[in-house]
């Protein structure tokens, strides 16, 4: 068994910052890479930045130069800090995590944390 919880979100005006953790925890042999998506209201789930386990790390076109993607290997968690954040921003965030397990590599996600970026 495998769990992924969020944890960070929040009500930030335009311009704020936050910052989302989330953390794996379970039967994981290895992680290979841990991301964040969002989902907005009506909208399909995009991918906003994801990490490997070696620390490469990819970003969508919308949030480059403004939210920084990390992680804790020996925590198997990992951060999403937000910067200069905009409407277009709200939606909720999802952690996911592909891990290495005993039925081979397997996607986890968490239950999602609403980020609102309103004034």
């Known amino acids: 068994q495998v769990h992924v919880v969020e944890s960070g979100g929040g009500l930030v005006q335009p311009g704020g910052s936050l910052r989302v953790s989330c953390a794996a925890s379970g039967s994981i042999d290895s992680i290979y890479y841990m991301g964040w998506y969002r989902q907005a209201p009506g909208k399909q789930r995009e991918l906003v930045a994801i990490?490997?386990?070696?620390?490469?790390?990819n970003y969508a076109d919308s949030v480059k130069g403004r939210f920084t993607i990390s992680r804790d290997n020996a925590k198997n968690t990992v951060y999403l800090q937000m910067n200069s954040l905009k409407p277009e921003d709200t939606a909720v965030y999802y952690c996911?995590?592909?891990?290495?397990?005993?039925?081979?590599?397997?996607?986890?996600w968490g239950q999602g944390t609403q980020v609102t970026v309103s004034s």
């Open positions: 996911n995590t592909v891990a290495a397990t005993a039925r081979g590599p397997q996607s986890y």
């Open positions: 990490i490997t386990s070696g620390g490469s790390t």
